[in-house]
């Protein structure tokens, strides 16, 4: 966590430099940003006239240290829409600071993204989930963030945002019912819901104790990403939008003799992804179209 006495990481200093360096990288001005969760790198793979930057060369980023986070940024176009995808992100469970995990965030508002499309796999604690579902996040509990293990703890920078930013419209309303009409006109919708994501820091899956409690407190699916870089996102006037594959349904029976593994997880987002890949192409298509209010910024896009 930043105090005032251990200076921040990630300052707007930091980020600024590292927008620089990317704006001198690229000609793209992307606007919309995808981060790709886990074995989900292949959403990037349609877009046109690509360019890769591994993380490793762009100063400040954090490196991916997790298998099927490839570590790098892609910027293209999709539908004739400036975009940049990460293929991979950062996790808590990592060593990062939520600081670091962040920090791409703010380096896209710093670019001129307006519209971030955050992705998952997450493990389905609705019995109405089946593997391979896709649930358009509704709301999110931080539960490492009741713990103070939160981004916007620490010094707040105005230029990024205000002290204490309204959470209760997260996931724009407007983007999520545009996301949910295109996965009807598409055929999906028998297995497409809305539902409220967990975060938890991981790295190991949960007991079934922890799963009881996760359900009783009102969370669809759990998983160990997302949050920080939502918060982080509406915090600084992005419009959000958050698609969750359900990867594995998680275990609250005893009986089960079913267990959860990483491999099995990039498994199943590798064989589902073709179909988040259609909803994201038509939703990136569309998604200008659609106006939304920021709460914390009532004149931002
Ligand atoms: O980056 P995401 O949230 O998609 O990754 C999930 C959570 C863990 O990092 C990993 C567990 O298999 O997948
Ligand atoms: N915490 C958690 N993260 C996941 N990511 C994918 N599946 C799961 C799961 O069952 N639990």
Redesign the pocket.
Known sequence: MHTKENSCCCSFDDCKLTTEWLLSMTRHRPKIAIVC??G?GLLAETASNKQDVRYEDIPNFPVST?P??EGRLVFGHIKGKSCVFMQG?F?L?EGYSLCKVTFPVRIFKLMGVETIIV????GGLCQDFKVGDIMVIKDHINLPGFAGQHPLCGPNDERFGIRFPCMSDAYSKALRKLALDITTELGYSNFVHEGVYCMVS??N?ETIAEARMLQILGSDSV????VPEVTVAKHCGLRVLGLSLI?NKVSLDYSREEKVN?EE??QI?KMRAEMLKNVLITFIARCHQVETINTNYPNAV
């Open positions: 969760g886990s989900l997790v099927g986070h992100r996790h469970y992705t998952n796999a997450s991981g790295p899956f998983g160990m990403s997302t990867t990483h997880v990039l987002s």
